[in-house]
């Protein structure tokens, strides 16, 4: 099992998006594409090529119970208006690395945010008990005490929410395929 905790050693900047229970045609669809949006496969240095010259590029694929799309240096699953229409009858999540710190999550249910937090925030979700399900998460994976603890880096608390996100969702991504196989992709342009 691969999780996604090593997303920051393989890029250094991305956005991850994850919805359950639905497949890429569908993503594509709740993210305002038709199906002649996905444009041929593409390996992860051809998407930062296309996302550089031309338009942001999101790679697309499947893993268990989740789609994902995987944009490197852009952040369309980051908006709201897009995990609410992705998460409508499911749930989404969707980390953003900008490639400057902070990092953010967030995670949608039914077509409403439940949490949009960064790992510096986690004494703050926790304290506000909103949402309350992450509490005990946010603790045992290190990110609460107060914040990201004294003299450790934004890269390790990134690391330890990623590893959150994979002990409590069941995240599991195909490391050496998505740095080196070609994935389905679709350019964001305005939908």
Known sequence: MDGIHWLPEDFDAYCLLLVRGIDVNELV?????????????????EAFEHSTDKAPV?????????????????????????ARRVSVGTECIAVLNSGMPPVWFMHAVDGEIVAFFEPSDAQEVVDESAPGMYASELVA???????????????????????????????DLP????????????????A
């Open 29 to 45: 669809a709740r993210l305002g594409y038709g199906g002649q949006a996905v444009l041929p496969s593409m390996t992860s240095g």
């Open 58 to 82: 999101a790679r697309l694929g499947t893993k268990g119970n989740w789609a994902f799309s995987l944009e490197q240096w852009s952040a369309e699953g980051m908006e709201a208006r897009a």
């Open 141 to 171: 994976a290190g990110l609460v005490a107060a914040g990201v603890p004294e003299g450790e880096s934004e890269e390790s608390s990134e690391v330890l929410l990623l590893k959150l996100v994979e002990q409590h969702f069941g995240v």
């Open 175 to 190: 490391r050496s395929s998505l740095r080196s196989a070609p994935f389905p992709a679709i350019a964001f342009t305005s």
